[in-house]
């Protein structure tokens, strides 16, 4: 078996068995099996050598009493006994192993100890394993999953390793709120034998992820990490929040991942020099995966912005000048075309402040259009329109035509955000919205075909701008920007 | 009348005229009216000189034409005739007027001489006005108010002043969404008549505004504004964004406000003398709201991490770190007492991280108990437990008793939580939740006391750290902090 074929059998096992399967609510044995359960296309077995039955299904003594082959075994139980679960597994020739427990390498000596006694097992028997201390893999497309206390999944092209099961999961749980959809996951653990490196490498190879997302507290081998991120983010991005950047925090993730021991210190500079993006917090890790999955590469850092309010065209002007990105001035016949499109009150200037309640998509062709701009920002969202009938429905609910207006401005929306989706493409140019005024309703047609496309409006220029300022230096990396 | 019955006249005028009511939705004089119109303990007249009836109320040529005493007048006509209308208040011995038209002084010469002739005319009067080019006001205890496209409002200790009608839209939603609730608010727009300043010294008086918020493009009266703050901020804490900080924001600002025309500039460094608390953008300003009504003030920078996972506890560390708090080390008594209540795999250091996936109250208990520890920053929330168990309703729904469990687990948390109210307040140390895991339900009694309190969790221990940041500086102004 090839490397590559070890890690397909783990992402999409046909049969899997629980070695430490539970009856008690809560355990890992227990919350684990319940996922297993729901899925009827795999033969699932659960091990127990205390109990006849788990869950209603009969439980074997050993993985050796399974009657059928197993592809993958997930291991529950506590760390001391992993290493003769793992003997078992490779006895069963079972193709790998994802090692959930924990209480190993990051609590000290005695566990560190037995952690080398697996590896040295597992690497005798040369079966791959995932952890331990970790919270498993899934994917979608196989529709395997062994990651608890995840709300419903959406496929999707993000790919995401991270070295904290905590971290990842509210890495998924941001992202899946932001509407982006995940292809395959794995919470990498400890990395007793599988490391970071392996787990990207096999990433880059799937076709059906376009954006790696990464967790990573402490790189095993850093050097072939930055010789993978050179090859891979020539055609994928990669994004990053190395945590442990500070004293403080690299004293915590000592004694979290046991990071450090045997790891490689991969500076701010190497990352950079490999074109990974690196981030500081997971809401900076969703952003960037959005623009980079939703827009085309900027080719410079030139932002118009297109404001429906003067004050939050002021702050938006602030944030895209402290994230190092301009406001260059608008060219002659973007000024002339919004002079025809505007009332006189308009700003005249960058940003385009148009100072009315609701947002006119008249004023942002010209800015698509204008060849001084990089980045169109709107300040102002499509998605707004349900609730700005919504408040009609409240303070004139005797108005009688409401929802054939909000139908009527519905459909309108939707026919000019195609026209938006349009432009981009023909312009090769990003259109970034943000929310902003009445609130934004996560509903409707035109709230679908935005989050579907990964256009959903930012909640505040500040994110939009620092996720910006990353894929504009990336965009420089490749060449695109100027 | 003194200046404060003034300004209570318009917060809780008996009568109100709308100068331009409208039958044409969208139009300001439409929508204002119909908000109007909800409001049933108030006389509300329409006046327009060329319809007879305007949204089934009987229209007025004039404000003169109205039979009745007006204590306040809403001005929404073009602005070139704002200043006979004006005239026309005066005769009529209206108390206030709010002038919600714009094109004046942000336009340029032409309007900025029609803001001065309607400041003239005013003057003259003896009338004060809000405006011109602003959103109005609202008053949640009076329950008055003009301004359009806000979400249904909630009384509480807040009040905001914002020269920018779209920020303050905004900062109010945001607010709301995050279980703020407000008092006053006035949008003052190009402050022809009436300044921040006045506004200022107005709701610093209001015994049920506790925290007062302000967007900022330029102040008419920098020093008055600084002796005011000066004095308030011993008593109530002032939180300010003030846009415009970069050269690309101060020259949108010109054009927004006209906010430079006239207006004093104030340094950071004269905010933090005055002890003002400035911040960056609208989130960080409801963030640290949150901190200033939810929190006693920290009387140091210490902070105690409790995290129900590691990689979020390293993610917590930096982010303390680089805020410019202290993780200090837990005291010996702290730590004999987390080695009673978890097992032996726990961090055995600051962060506390219990490596269990559910928040745990008896590890919440020591670290507040510490001399050590100033704050207690919690990586977790009780509000989580019907996530908990929404997530074996869908995965094990065989379960029989899951509903009963998940009562049995709110009750407990309801108690619990009260126990947090009591510890904080018996020891006079802020405790601080974040979200993360398997997400906030923001339902149920646990979230809504947690609501009620300014308790709810922050989405990341980032925004956590930076308000916490702003709050110990304020807190070390008055001499609280160390």
Redesign the interface.
Known sequence: MTFKEQLDSMFNPRSVALIGASNT?GKWGF?IL??LL?DKSRDIYAVNNREAEVLGLKAYPSILDVPGPVDLAVITVPFKDVPSAMEDCIRKQVKGVVVIS??LA??GEEGAKVQAQIVEVAKRGGIPFVGPNCMGLFDTYSNFNTV?????LRRGPVGLI?????????II?SGL?SGLGFSKYVSSGNEAALHFEDYLEYLAQDDEIKVILG?I?GLREGRRFLELAREITKKKPIVV?K???????A???R???AALAGSDIVSDAAFKQAGVIRV????ELIDVALLLLGQPLPKGKRVGVLS???????????????HGLE?PPLSPATIDKLNSVLS??W???N?V?I?G?RFNYDCLWPLIEDENVDVVLVIGSPAATR??VG??S???PW?TNLDE?GKLMESKDLVELNRVKEMMGRYDKPVIFCS????IVKQGEVYSLMEQNHLIPY????RAARALSHVVRYSGYLGISR
Not at 243 to 249: F, K, P, S, V
């Open positions: 609510l919350n319940a996922l729901g924990g209480g990051e609590t608890i206390f995840l709300p419903p991270s070295q904290s099961g905590n971290s990842g999961q509210s749980i709120e967790y507290e929040v945590a442990g950047g500070t004293q403080a925090g004293k915590a993730a004694s979290h991942t500081e917090e997971i809401g429906i309010g003067g004050g939050m065209a002021v702050m938006t002007a602030d944030t895209v000048a402290r406001l006189r009150r700003s005249h200037g940003p402040d100072g309640d609730s700005f408040w009609f409240l303070h004139a108005v207006m902003m005024g009445i609130g909640p505040t220029p500040e």
